[in-house]
């Protein structure tokens, strides 16, 4: 389960934004996207993120994934569009000489945290 691996990168990089504030804000969600070649399945993330943020700041946070589609771009007709199969092929001419684009992404993309009104504070 190469989620769990994920998910511990995650809450690093997410103990790392809270840790930006002094006192640490009570986060409420955090949001991620990930490319469809990474095959992450959500259950399996959302599970290892829950495991992983217990006893820290960043518990009972709700984890939202994000997943964007993998592209292929055919050299041989032009056709770009959305490849669903596990066999790359094209949508169009159904030639195998496609090229993909965006499936490697995986990144953290916003956090939504409370803030006091005191100190309204806000990530960049």
């Given at each position: 389960?190469?989620e769990?691996?994920i ?14 504030f002094?006192?640490?804000?009570r986060?409420?969600r ?17 599970f290892?993120?829950?495991v992983?943020?217990r ?5 009972g ?9 993998l ?7 032009g ?16 030639a ?7 499936g ?7 956090l ?9 504070q806000?990530?960049?």
């Amino acid at each position: 389960m190469h989620e769990f691996g994920i998910a511990e990168e995650l809450v690093k990089a997410v103990m790392a934004e809270l840790g930006r504030f002094s006192p640490a804000p009570r986060l409420r969600r955090v949001r991620v996207v990930a490319g469809g070649l990474r095959q992450i399945v959500p259950d399996n993330l959302a599970f290892a993120y829950d495991v992983l943020t217990r006893d820290t700041p960043a518990a009972g946070s709700a984890l939202e994934i994000v997943t964007l589609p993998l592209v292929g771009v055919c050299t041989a007709c032009g056709w770009r569009g959305e490849l669903h199969d596990a066999v790359f092929h094209c949508g169009a001419c159904g030639a195998f000489t496609l090229r993909t684009e965006g499936g490697m992404a995986l990144y953290l993309d916003s956090l939504e945290i409370d803030t006091d009104d005191a100190t309204d504070q806000s990530l960049p």
